[in-house]
């Protein structure tokens, strides 16, 4: 059984800055990416930073220049730095650890943290 677990949401002004974090534990080897994704009700969920193993990122465009995500990969974590929040920056953020495999995808998600940045 996998548990991605996250932390470090909240209210902040625009402006402000918010670190979330993510433990990734249980049986899983070899994390391949880990990610953070985001969802306002009504609107799918929406990639926000990925990091592979290897330490190349990948960022929405919506948020270049602002957020830096960076992972361990001895402890199976992952944060997410947000800089100059916007309002619209305001969502569920969600942790993603995946793992490729011969046949087929391995995708855990955790529980979700509000962010909430407020004009």
């Known amino acids: 059984q996998v548990q991605v677990v996250e932390s470090g949401g909240g209210l902040v002004q625009a402006g402000g800055s918010l670190r979330l974090s993510c433990a990734v534990s249980?049986?899983?080897?070899?994390?391949?990416?880990m990610g953070w994704y985001r969802q306002i009700p009504g609107k799918q969920r929406e990639l926000v930073a990925v990091?592979?193993?290897?330490?190349?990122?990948n960022y929405a465009d919506s948020v270049k220049g602002r957020f830096t995500i960076s992972r361990d990969n001895a402890k199976n974590t992952v944060n997410l730095q947000m800089n100059s929040l916007k309002p619209e920056d305001t969502a569920v953020y969600y942790c993603?650890?995946?793992?490729?495999?011969?046949?087929?995808?391995?995708?855990?998600w955790g529980q979700g943290t509000q962010v909430t940045v407020s004009s």
């Open positions: 993603n650890a995946h793992k490729s495999l011969m046949l087929r995808n391995l995708d855990y």
């Open positions: 249980g049986s899983i080897f070899s994390i391949d990416d």
């Open positions: 990091i592979t193993s290897g330490g190349s990122t």
